[in-house]
C-alpha cells in the first residue's frame, strides 16, 4: 500500500517552515545586536558635525582614519591597554589555576570540613561588592600597594563562580573512570591533568572568556585604588579621553573601538568553545 505524498509532504513543509522562522528570528536579533557595534565604527570615521548632522550618516563616504591615532597618542591609550593586559591576563591564569584546583578538591578530596568551606566560597557570591569595596582598599593601602599592579590583582586571583563551575564539571567525570586511573597508580594530579582537564577543555575555554571580560571591563576597583597613567586601565583611559575631547565625539568613538578590539578578538578566537561551554550542563547522555 503506497503512502500518500500529500501526507509526507506535510512534516517536510513545517521542518522548512520552522527552520526558516528560525533563521528569520536569528537575523533579526543579530541586526539588533550588531546595529550598535556598526554605528560606534560608523561615527569613529566621520567628523564630529557628521556625526551631530541630522538625518544622521549611516556610511562614511570619506572615512577620518586619523581619530584612531588621535586617541592612541593623545589619551595615552597605548599605556592603559598595555596595563589592562597585564592585570587581565595574569587575573584571569589565576582565576582559571584557583577553580580548578579548589573545584577538583571540593569534588573528589575528602577532607575535614569540606561542605562547610565550599558553602562560604559560594556565600561570597552573595556579598555584592560595593558592602566590601572599602575596607578591601584599607587593605590595600595599609598592605602598601596601592597605585601598583598588585592592588589590581590580588584580590581577584580566585573566583566563587569558578570554583562552583568547576566542582560541578568534576562531579560529572563518570566513578568508572576514577577507579581505572586508581588502578593504573594516578594519583589526584595526574588524574586531574591527564583525564578530568582534557574532559573538560570547553568549560575552561567559556571560563577564561568570562574570566577576562570580568577583569578587562572592571572601571570603580582600579579607580579608587591607582591614580597615576602607569598603572590605571583602559577603561579609567576611556574616561579621561571623554573629559579631554568634549568636542571631538568621533575620537571618543575610536577610542571605545580600541578598548573593545581584544574583546571581539576572543570572542572570535573562542566561540566555539564558549558555545560548547554554555550548553553543557543542557544535554544528558
Not at 78 to 87: A, D, E, K, Q, T
Not at 126 to 144: C, K
Not at 221 to 230: A, K
Request: hydrophobic content about 55%.
Amino acid at each position: 500500500m503506497k503512502a500518500d505524498p500529500s501526507v509526507t509532504a506535510r512534516p517536510r513543509t513545517r521542518r522548512a517552515v520552522s527552520v526558516t522562522f528560525r533563521y528569520v528570528l536569528l537575523g533579526i536579533m543579530a541586526v539588533i545586536i550588531g546595529f550598535p557595534i556598526y554605528i560606534t565604527v560608523v561615527n569613529s570615521l566621520l567628523s564630529a558635525p557628521q556625526i551631530a548632522a541630522r538625518p544622521p550618516t549611516l556610511f562614511p563616504l570619506h572615512p577620518m582614519w586619523g581619530s584612531f591615532a588621535t586617541a592612541f597618542n593623545q589619551a595615552h591609550l597605548g599605556i592603559y591597554l598595555r596595563n589592562s593586559m597585564i592585570v587581565t591576563v595574569l587575573i584571569m591564569v589565576a582565576e582559571l589555576l584557583t577553580s580548578i584546583l579548589a573545584g577538583y578538591a571540593f569534588a573528589c578530596v575528602r577532607f575535614p570540613f569540606r561542605r562547610t568551606i565550599f558553602m562560604l566560597c559560594i556565600a561570597t557570591l552573595m556579598v555584592p561588592m560595593e558592602a566590601t569595596i572599602v575596607p578591601n582598599r584599607q587593605t590595600i593601602v595599609e598592605l602598601g600597594w596601592f597605585n601598583s599592579f598588585p592592588a589590581l590583582i590580588v584580590p581577584f586571583l580566585a573566583s566563587g563562580v569558578g570554583i562552583f563551575l568547576f566542582r560541578q564539571a568534576f562531579l560529572g567525570v563518570p566513578r568508572d573512570l576514577h577507579d581505572a586511573a586508581r588502578l593504573d597508580g594516578y594519583g589526584h594530579f595526574r588524574f586531574l591533568t591527564r583525564i578530568a582537564v582534557p574532559l573538560n577543555r570547553p568549560l575552561i575555554g567559556a571560563f577564561a572568556l568570562y574570566a577576562f571580560l570580568s577583569a578587562w571591563n572592571q572601571y570603580l576597583w582600579p579607580l579608587i585604588v591607582t591614580e597615576t597613567n602607569g598603572v590605571r586601565t583602559v577603561q579609567i583611559g576611556l574616561r579621561q579621553l571623554q573629559a579631554l575631547n568634549v568636542d571631538q565625539t568621533n575620537v571618543i568613538f575610536a577610542g571605545t573601538l580600541l578598548a573593545a578590539l581584544p574583546i571581539f578578538v576572543l570572542l572570535l578566537i573562542f566561540q566555539r568553545q564558549l558555545v560548547r561551554g554554555l550548553t553543557a550542563g543542557a544535554l544528558k547522555g
